[in-house]
């Protein structure tokens, strides 16, 4: 099993920056796939940004050029830095975890972006 805790969200105004952490129970240098997802209100959950461990990366286009994802694997974390938010951009943020064909999911972290 893979128990994901994620940290970071809150409120930030149009064009600041956020920086949300995942933090795994196992180890994400085993672990498949890792990435993150969002859902605003009254819209399906979508794919922001996925990690594979041979670190390819995958961005939506929307958020090409102002999200980067990375893997701390001494810590354990997976983060994704957000610059040049937009208020599009509010949503509750998953972390998401491919472990032995097994999905898992973290419990989100809110992230509004508004004026």
């Known amino acids: 099993q893979v128990q994901l805790v994620e940290s970071g969200g809150g409120l930030v105004q149009p064009g600041g920056s956020l920086r949300l952490s995942c933090a795994s129970s196992r180890s994400i240098f085993s672990i498949n796939v890792m990435g993150w997802y969002r859902q605003a209100p009254g819209k399906e959950r979508e794919l922001v940004a996925v990690i594979t461990n041979g670190d390819r990366i995958t961005y939506a286009e929307s958020v090409k050029g102002r999200f980067t994802i990375s893997r701390d694997i001494a810590k354990n974390t997976l983060c994704l830095q957000m610059n040049s938010l937009k208020p599009e951009d509010t949503a509750v943020y998953y972390c998401?975890?491919?472990?032995?064909?097994?999905?898992?999911w973290g419990q989100g972290t809110q992230v509004t972006v508004s004026s």
């Open positions: 998401h975890a491919n472990y032995l064909l097994y999905n898992y």
